[in-house]
Every structure is written in C-alpha cells, then in structure tokens.
C-alpha cells in the first residue's frame, strides 16, 4: 500500500534532465552507465564552452577506467551543469510529444487499485473501461531555497492536465515510451490552465522540496537552536546578575526601582530577538520553470462504482501507460492528490485529512 508521502518522492534526475536539454539542442548521445557520451553541434559546444565531444557522469569518482575523452560531472554547481540549467532558463522550453504503445493493460485494474488505493469505510466496484486520450504536463523547475544562506535545484513534476492529478514519476519513465515530437502544432496552455500548473507547483513544490534539502533544513534548524540556547543563556545571565545587584547594601529605592523595571522587560526583549532569529533562518522557497514538455497519451478509464454503507457513486481512475500504475485521486474538498480516500455524508471523495475535519463541499 502506498502511503501519501510517496506521492512527494520527486524525480530528482540531474543527468536526465541534462540529456532532455543537450538532445533537444540536436546532440546525439550515446547513453551509458556510469559514462553518458555526447556528441554536440558546434554552437551549442561554445555555448556550453565545452569540446564537441563529450563524456558525462553523475559521479565522476565512480568512473575508475578512461580513455581520455573530457569527462564533466553532472553534479549541481558544477559548470556544465549550471550552463545547462542556464540556458534552458532563459526560455523554458515547450515540446510536445504524442506517446504510441503497442500495448496497453486491459484487465486486471481492481488488484492494481487495491495495491496503491486505501478506501476508508468504502469499497470499490469495477464496471467497465475504456480507452481515451489525455495530456499530461511534464515540468523541470529550478528551486530557490532561501534562508541565512541558500541552495537551489531541480525539481521535475508531472501532472495530469485533464484530472488534475500528481503523476509522480513520469519523466523517468518516459524514457520507455515511443514519442513522436510535434514541432507543428504546438499545443498552447490556456491562461487558466497556467493558474492551475502554478498552483500545484506551489502545492507539492515545498514537500518536494524538502526531502531534496533535508541535510540544508537540517543545518538551518542546528543554528536556530545554537544560537536560540545562547540567547537563553546571556539573558538568563543577565537577570541573574541585575537580581543580585538590587540586594547589595546602599543601593538607593530610584535606583532599584529602575533595575526592576529593566529586569521585566528582560522576556519581551528575549521574545522579539527570537522572532529576528525564527526570521533569519525561516528557508523561503521559489520556483522558476526550466522545461515544459506536454504530452498526450492514450490511457484506459477505469470506471467504478463506490460504494459505502447503502450509498453508491460513480467515479473514474485513470491508468498511466507511462507510469505503468493508476495516478491519484483528486480530493474533492481540497484538490491534493491521494492514494488514501473516504468519502463524506453525500459521497464526496475526501482525502484522509480533509475527512478528519470536515468536507469544504457540504459547508
Ligand atoms: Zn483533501
Ligand atoms: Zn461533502
């Protein structure tokens, strides 16, 4: 059974990314492993400022045996990289292409759904499917992750155009699927649909995010209570020393009453220098688009019917030939995609969080 944190293990493929650039800029590449061999057209050779002939690896201290051919590591702030990430930057790419399969599933949907879904308090009934087309949306974004210092990357997502869906996993898998590039007729995103791809990267992003970053997160939080625990301690310090000073012998009462006062405000100035330090290492996150790729696929509708106590409903799954698996539900309430569902009173599809509080739809 898949957890809902699955859906955030983003593919965070450095090396991937880089052949989709340099292959889209007409290199031809002769993939390997560890070793990926690319041969690129001349501008893009001075472009990128690199010889004609390449050798690429994702670690370059695995590569024991060489013959001499310059060998660039695809690791992040490493030049090539960042040339690469540069370059597709300065104007997102958008390709589209029609994915073909000789082969499509078409039986055995209820123990696939049974394996990635969880249905609280409701089962499901498979009555039919059938064969259709829909368009997912592939994107490679940059991450900015801002704090008392910073670190950026990539992220790809994948989403379903037409559901709404999280399709985790796709750009790796795509790599299998027979692709025809169109280069004619482009596909153009409706305003709205760009609304929409930008707010799911504002959704997942920061989860996503996250988990590529933990060791920053982690170093970030490590100085915050560093540095919290030495504030504590200089005005604990202080409090003492001022509470002592007031029971020496001869201090006048104007006096006293002054350190006194001094001494109560000691928690508010301790309050707003945490605030500056909760501030200073907070990690702000931004996304910036790399690479778009749109495509169309076909798929199989799976129909079904839901059924929970007396009340049934029908709903419909998609199966991602690509990702060989079914995408997620879309809770109705909130819009996050989810392997974990319920449904409310008048049989809303809910996910687990949304079904512990209260279904925004019956409100
Ligand atoms: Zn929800
Ligand atoms: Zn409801």
Redesign the pocket.
Known sequence: MNSDDSIFKKDLDLAGFACRFLKDQGAILEPGNPVINALLPKELSQALEVEEYISMARDTKEVKKYDGTALYPLEFQTPLLDKIVSMAGSAPPLLQADLKFTYIKTQGFDSLINDQFEFHRSKINIIGTGEIRTRYVLLTSRFLAQSDEQKEGLLDFSFNLDTGALAPGMHKMLVNAEKEYQTKTIQKYTEKEIIQIHEWVSRYGPDAVEEGISKFVQSMNRRFNRDSLSLDQYYQALEKEMKESLSRTGISDKLKQEREAKIALIPDELGSKKKDLLNKYSIKVSFSPVAVLAVTTPCVKVFISLISGRKKKKISMIYNPVTKSMDPMV??????S?YSLGVCRKMHL??????GQSC?LCQ
Do not use: A, E, K, V
Not at 331 to 336: D, E, K, M, N, V
């Open positions: 809770c109705q309430s909130c819009g996050t989810t809910n996910c687990i969080s949304c079904l925004s």
